[in-house]
């Protein structure tokens, strides 16, 4: 079951804008994953992180492990159109299987 | 690397009949794949956990007699979904996952519409 805190739920914003978006656990993660799923398809790896405190980057995505080890940010910069999509966080709990965040509806309006 | 394929990418059966769903991992060798489903603006739902070669685990309240898993080898799970009924169209998706990692690559997913 879900275990993790993702927000915000939605986002409309312009394009060219930058998108922030965070999880919150309850309990510790040792590897924090985010995920973009378009319409139709299954989500696609984004970025994955498995050291408290890294950031790492891919394009105009960063993402952050917490140094607490219970939440994790994605920021998106200079916001584009295909930008669009669900965009889920995934953590795993110590000797678990992966747990989701409920997404991040994200629309970008040209 | 890490492509994991799904087929059918869509299916629409009739009530009562049974339906499989295949999930293959195409470059690299899948010690653990993964069932989910997913209802239209939620998130994903896990419903079962097959290593090769083992029985799948399954998740509180997915009746394991009608989702079929069956993971033969390092490249290949099946899901069936048996006596199928219109509550169990959805959007299923298959994830894979390599030895020693915790990453998973998932599929395309396949749409099943059961009337």
């Known amino acids: 079951g879900q275990q993790l805190n993702q927000s915000p739920q939605s986002m409309f914003i312009q394009e060219g804008e930058d998108v922030s978006m965070n999880c919150t656990s309850s309990?510790?993660?040792?590897?924090w994953l985010w995920y973009k799923q378009d319409p139709g398809e299954g989500p696609v790896l984004l970025i994955a992180?498995?050291?408290?405190?890294e950031l790492t980057s891919n394009g105009r995505l960063t993402a952050q492990f917490g140094i607490t080890r219970k939440d994790s940010f994605l920021n998106i910069s200079a916001s584009i159109p295909s930008d669009v999509g669900i965009y889920f966080c995934a953590g795993h709990p110590y000797n678990n299987d992966m747990r989701f965040g409920a997404g991040t509806r994200l629309t970008v309006k040209p | 690397g890490a492509v994991v394929s799904q087929h059918p990418s869509w299916v629409i059966c009739k009530s009562g009949t049974s339906v499989k769903i295949e999930c293959r991992s195409l470059?690299?060798?899948?010690?653990?794949m993964f069932w989910y489903r997913q209802f239209p603006k939620q998130s994903l739902m896990l419903m079962a956990t097959s290593n090769e070669g083992s029985k799948a685990t399954y998740e509180q309240g997915v009746e394991k007699d009608k989702f079929l898993i069956n993971h033969a080898s390092l490249t290949l799970s099946t899901l069936t979904v048996t006596s199928a009924h219109p509550e169990d169209s959805s959007f299923y998706i298959c994830?894979?996952?390599?030895?020693?990692?915790?990453?998973?690559?998932f599929g395309p997913g396949t749409r099943l519409t059961v009337t």
């Open positions: 309990s510790i993660f040792n590897t």
């Open positions: 992180l498995y050291k408290a405190g």
């Open positions: 470059d690299f060798q899948a010690t653990t």
């Open positions: 994830s894979a996952r390599r030895g020693g990692a915790w990453e998973q690559y």
